[in-house]
């Protein structure tokens, strides 16, 4: 997808004919919110990623693909990182799934 996440979201709504007082009801915000999601002027709350799945329908891990790669992407502009980091950023999700192998979960700040 070469749209940002905000214009997803927009492109959703508007393919399910739903208005953004509609969305944003079943995302718990309220529509200015979610105006300034659709227009980047405001970053989505990746704990309404459910919700948003629920509102549409999607499988939730194509739906956090959509977010995070959007998040990366936009750090990895922010900063000018070379593409070679998304390989290293690889490279070390297999490190932390082989340690979380040997020694149980490691659980990281967002996570209860």
Not at 66 to 84: I, L, R, V
Request: proline share 1%.
């Amino acid at each position: 997808m070469k749209a940002t996440f905000g214009e997803y979201i927009r492109k959703l709504r508007k393919s399910h004919r739903l208005t953004l007082t509609q969305l944003a009801f079943q995302l718990d915000l309220d529509s200015a919110n979610l105006s300034k999601i659709e227009n980047g002027k405001r970053e989505f709350d990746e704990k309404r990623l459910e919700k948003l799945a629920t509102a549409f329908n999607l499988d939730i891990e194509q739906l956090k693909t959509e977010y995070f790669a959007d998040q990366f992407a936009k750090k990895m502009y922010q900063y000018n990182c070379s593409p070679e980091t998304l390989i290293v950023a690889e490279e070390k999700i297999n490190y932390l799934k082989s340690i979380n192998t040997k020694q149980g979960k490691i659980k990281f700040e967002n996570e209860k």
